[in-house]
């Protein structure tokens, strides 16, 4: 149980292109949805936090018109990096919480953007 | 501030060594404390979730136990397949994760 999928897994595009990532709980309704972003070697940086419904809760210095977040259902997220650059490059991980208080998050196998 | 800090940052075992993974953490009212595994090119995948100061939680050759100030992840006879990046993670007064930056754990056979 708790399997969250993610697609693409990986993805190459153009500077200036958008790129839609989507996230799914497969076994499970998520109340709450995050993603993360992470660098080589480092640990997750939390981007935003959403809510079924409700608009998503950006971190500090996350630019909230660059990386779209829509959290449409309880089984769906997606994230877009709009006019993509290569300082965008990453590994763009989601996880989903059942109820979205103090329980576990269970991640997604994570997607690996490259932009030319 | 809410921090977490893992060590040591990068473990060598031989096959069969038990060793300790450490995570300390100093958090205004601690909610959670969470252990994940994370091989390369992968999402975290979940392994335990520790409430209260005194619990611990076994699988197969991982025991995680909580203090108030940290927690210790133990690996019994490590195999060469345990190799991977383990992180620890805290939620306080939100429910958002505080990570730390993980353990690299490489168990040679």
């Known amino acids: 149980g708790a399997v969250v999928s993610q697609h693409p897994s990986w993805v190459i595009c153009k500077s200036g292109t958008s790129v839609k990532i989507e996230c799914r709980s497969l076994d499970f309704q998520a109340t709450t949805m995050f993603w993360y972003r992470q660098f080589p070697k480092q640990s997750l940086m939390l981007m935003a936090t959403?809510?079924?419904?409700?608009?998503?809760?950006?971190e500090q210095g996350v630019e909230k018109d660059k990386f779209l977040i829509n959290h449409a259902s309880l089984t769906l997220s997606t994230l877009t990096v709009t006019s993509a650059h290569p300082e965008d490059s990453s590994f763009y991980i989601c996880?989903?919480?059942?109820?979205?208080?103090?329980?576990?998050?269970?991640f997604g196998p994570g997607t690996r953007l490259t932009v030319l | 501030e809410d921090q977490v800090t893992q060590s040591p940052e990068a473990l060598r075992l031989q096959e069969g060594e038990s060793s300790s993974l450490n995570c300390s953490y100093t958090v205004s009212g601690l909610r959670g404390l969470f252990w994940y595994r994370q091989d390369p090119g992968k999402g975290p995948e979940f392994l335990f979730t520790?409430?209260?100061a005194g619990e611990e939680k076994e699988k197969e050759r991982l025991k995680a136990t909580l203090t108030k100030k940290e927690s210790f992840l133990h690996i019994t006879a490590p195999k060469p397949e345990d190799s991977a990046t383990y992180l620890c993670?805290?939620?306080?007064?939100?429910?958002?994760?505080?990570f730390g930056t993980g353990t690299r754990l490489k168990v040679l056979a």
């Open positions: 959403s809510n079924e419904g409700s608009k998503a809760t950006y």
């Open positions: 996880s989903a919480s059942e109820s979205g208080d103090y329980n576990e998050q269970f």
């Open positions: 993670a805290v939620t306080s007064g939100t429910y958002k994760y505080i």
């Open positions: 520790l409430y209260s």
